[in-house]
């Protein structure tokens, strides 16, 4: 059975550093592309960045980037989220989800989702 299972998540004072960790199992494909998405109470879910299934390409919402950065441990089956420099709007629970190779080449743009992690908050607060 597919799981995505995030960790990593806590309360940060800003300017501080989170790492988040999505780990995936039980797929049919030996690797998948990956997205993270957070959500903020009363706001829409959004797009944060995503990996292909290789590593190969990226890509960042415009409020992440230069502070974000993805990546991933195939061996591990793990994808990663390193955050810095964290602001009281990064406040959020985040969300890992299987995506495909093509949306992350065009901006983390994705029709539908299927496959979700039960998520990981995220707190930056002094």
């Known amino acids: 059975q597919l799981q995505l299972a995030e960790s990593g998540g806590g309360l940060v004072q800003p300017g501080g550093s989170l790492r988040l960790s999505c780990a995936v199992s039980?797929?049919?494909?030996?690797?998948?592309?990956i997205g993270w998405f957070r959500q903020a109470p009363g706001k829409e879910r959004e797009v944060v960045s995503c990996?292909?299934?290789?590593?190969?390409?990226?890509n960042y919402a415009h409020s992440v980037k230069g502070r974000f950065t993805i990546s991933r441990d195939n061996a591990k089956n793990t994808v990663y989220l390193q955050m810095s420099s964290l602001k009281a709007d990064d406040t959020a629970v985040y969300y890992c989800a299987v995506f495909d190779d093509l949306a992350v080449q065009a901006e983390c743009t994705m029709i539908s989702i299927d496959y979700w992690g039960p998520g990981t908050q995220v707190t930056v607060s002094s």
């Open positions: 990996i292909t299934s290789t590593g190969g390409a990226t």
């Open positions: 039980g797929f049919t494909k030996d690797y998948v592309a």
